[in-house]
């Protein structure tokens, strides 16, 4: 039995995190729906694994050269997950919700207006676009909000009835529990806030389900309050890079919001929706390092904002899309120490009301936490 739990511990910890940095490679002719470019987890696939629901690349760099493979899943999903030809474990590949299959009120596809992320995790780019994505000088290297607009699989903007319309059916047709709605950033001091601030109070009208938020920080903190006051339980202000080094290399445009500004609003939003419900999505790979990463992410725990680290994934059709993804052993020496201090301080993902840190799928970090946390 001891052997047992040992090993169980060592797939946890370890494992998981070879498979989300390295990817997976799909063995003969797969018949899986992929969404390809975009915002959030794009060419990845959910992926229930050893009790952990994960987002695996499957169409990057790094997982065309995985030594992880998948056979050809069954009816149900079901399929071998091999190490270097040798079957480890059996994994289940989270099918299309039922929701996908219905259209709004004015005849849009409902998969069109937001999609399933992870296994129960509702999420929409309510604004898709950005004032930085067209312009090469001010443009985030590694963004892709602009792909699924291209390749249609999305619309530009998602009124306030639509996100409704979603939400309701989400729900009681598949058991959503949570909505996660980010968007680009607009040409206004309210950096997006007022547009989520609209489609909070819309889908509350229709159905009680935890809300995330996620825009730059707005000129005027006041929206935290006015969100907060819609029905939003989180907010996420994304910082993607935390030195200006990287900052000023790679999002150029978004750095014009300095890192002190970011530390404003992050003080102000933790006063509205408290320690843990504001998060900040950090991708390592871009050029900080993990010494780097964890200095800041000891400082926002310190104030009460949660630090959801993720390995950066190169996205095709993106200046970045040929940039290697982090090593294992790099998200290793980032993700331990991490878990522990987030578990000291008893910040765990679990105990957050909504978000992408209260998900986890987009990374390991929460099986860290588990680790120092027992």
């Excluded at 489609?199 to 969100?227: G, H, M, R």
């Excluded at 310190?302 to 899309?321: C, D, E, K, Q, S």
Aim: aromatic letters at 8%.
């Amino acid at each position: 039995m001891m052997n047992t739990v040992t090993k169980t511990h060592q797939i946890d910890y370890t494992i998981l995190n070879d498979i989300q940095t390295q990817g997976i490679r799909l063995e003969g002719k797969q018949n899986l729906s992929i969404r390809e470019g975009g915002a959030g987890p794009t060419d990845h696939k959910a992926v229930s694994i050893f009790n952990s629901t994960l987002m695996i690349p499957v169409l990057s760099l790094s997982a065309k050269e995985s030594p992880f493979t998948v056979t050809e899943p069954t009816k149900f999903g079901y399929a071998s997950l091999k190490k270097d030809g040798e079957t480890i474990t059996t994994i289940r590949f989270i099918g299309e919700p039922n929701f996908y299959k219905e259209k709004s009120s004015d005849g849009i596809p409902l998969w069109k207006i937001a999609r399933l992320h992870s296994k129960d995790v509702l999420a929409t780019t309510v604004l898709q676009n950005c004032i930085r994505y067209k312009e090469k000088e001010t443009s985030c290297q590694f963004c892709a909000i602009g792909e699924s607009l291209k390749n249609n699989t999305t619309i530009a903007y998602k009124k306030p009835y639509h996100l409704a319309e979603v939400a309701k059916i989400a729900v009681e047709k598949d058991g959503i529990t949570q909505f996660v709605m980010t968007t680009g950033t607009p040409a206004s001091d309210d950096r997006g806030a007022k547009i989520l601030f609209e489609s909070v109070v819309a889908v509350k009208k229709e159905v009680n389900i935890p809300i995330q938020v996620q825009c730059e920080p707005p000129s005027d903190f006041s929206w935290f309050v006015k969100l907060k006051e819609a029905g939003a339980n989180s907010i996420g202000m994304h910082l993607e890079a935390v030195t200006d080094r990287v900052r000023n290399k790679i999002m150029s445009g978004k750095a014009q919001v300095s890192l002190a500004f970011y530390f404003k609003a992050f003080k102000s939003a933790v006063e509205v929706f408290g320690r843990g419900n504001v998060s900040t999505y950090i991708l390592a790979g871009l050029g900080d390092t993990p010494k780097e990463i964890l200095e800041i992410s000891k400082k926002l725990i310190a104030i009460g904002v949660y630090p959801f680290v993720v390995p950066f994934v190169p996205v095709r059709n993106t200046p970045l899309a040929n940039t290697p993804s982090p090593t294992k052993e790099f998200m290793h020496q980032i993700l331990d120490p991490l878990g522990k201090e987030l578990a000291i301080a008893g910040m765990l993902s679990s105990n957050l009301e909504s978000g992408c840190a209260k998900c986890g799928a987009c990374s390991t970090l929460s099986a860290f936490e588990k680790k120092y946390a027992l």
